[in-house]
């Protein structure tokens, strides 16, 4: 597989053009930003860890039966993937009370939330990322209210197929964020499922295990993104 010019460089990753317009290889890098990328930092191997959660997380999806991007993984830091035009929204899926949601509404941490709740936050960097509803992203042209529908059905599909597989791994699935694109006229899901981008707590401790460890300062990131990796893909 032959790599191509670097066609867009984010936070946490960066896609390369391929010899097939269709595709493209996406990098992991181990660079970590939290709080809108005001904090900064690395996590040794994070990029690594991250390629080979996801591969094994989109192929469980695949198998689901939801369409991803995921082509191919290969090799540590590069993933073949489907060339795809992004919604410009994130799909935040939560089963328990954590984080923003928790500091927003006043809500006790740790409380579950049955059905789980889906958000959408318009992916915008210079705005924050901003909570909005179906209205907001009607309003900017965002998404038409068909493509919103969609994304909060498949938002709760996906959350259906991983909430299990974490649980028999004895971690729980608190919350987690997905983006999604456009492929010759259907939507698929794209970016990443990892530990960048679920709030995981183990089950028998409630430790976090995941990428709060690197915004609250708590120390032994990279052991518990290798025991996530180990229990997802061992």
């Not at 010899?19 to 904090?39: E, R, S």
């Not at 390629?51 to 993933?79: A, C, P, Y």
């Not at 990428?211 to 518990?224: C, L, P, Q």
Request: glycine share 8%.
């Amino acid at each position: 597989m032959t790599t191509g010019e670097l066609l867009y460089e984010g936070k946490a990753k960066k896609i390369f053009a391929t010899g097939n317009p269709d595709q493209v290889i996406q990098y992991f890098k181990d660079d970590a930003t939290a709080f809108n990328a005001q904090k900064r930092g690395t996590i040794v191997e994070k990029g690594v860890i991250n390629n080979k959660v996801s591969e094994r997380l989109f192929r469980l999806l695949e198998q689901g039966g939801i369409r991803t991007h995921f082509v191919e993984r290969l090799n540590d830091r590069e993933m073949l993937t489907k060339r795809v035009r992004i919604v410009p929204v994130e799909v935040v899926v939560r089963n328990t009370v954590a984080g923003s949601l928790a500091k927003r509404l006043g809500l006790k941490e740790g409380n579950r939330i049955d059905p789980a709740l889906v958000e959408f936050y318009y992916k915008n960097d210079a705005l924050g990322d901003p909570l909005v509803n179906d209205d907001h992203l009607r309003l900017m042209s965002v998404a038409t209210p068909g493509v919103l529908r969609e994304l909060r059905d498949l938002g709760h599909a996906v959350n259906k197929i991983l909430k299990p597989f974490f649980a028999e791994r004895k971690m729980q699935l608190v919350d987690f964020k997905l983006e999604f694109g456009v492929f010759h006229n259907k939507l698929i899901l794209a970016d990443e499922i990892s530990p960048d981008t679920c709030r995981l707590w183990d089950m028998a401790t409630g430790e976090s295990m995941d990428k709060d460890r690197f915004r609250k300062d708590m120390g032994k990131i990279e052991e518990a993104y290798q025991e996530v990796l180990k229990r997802v893909c061992g």
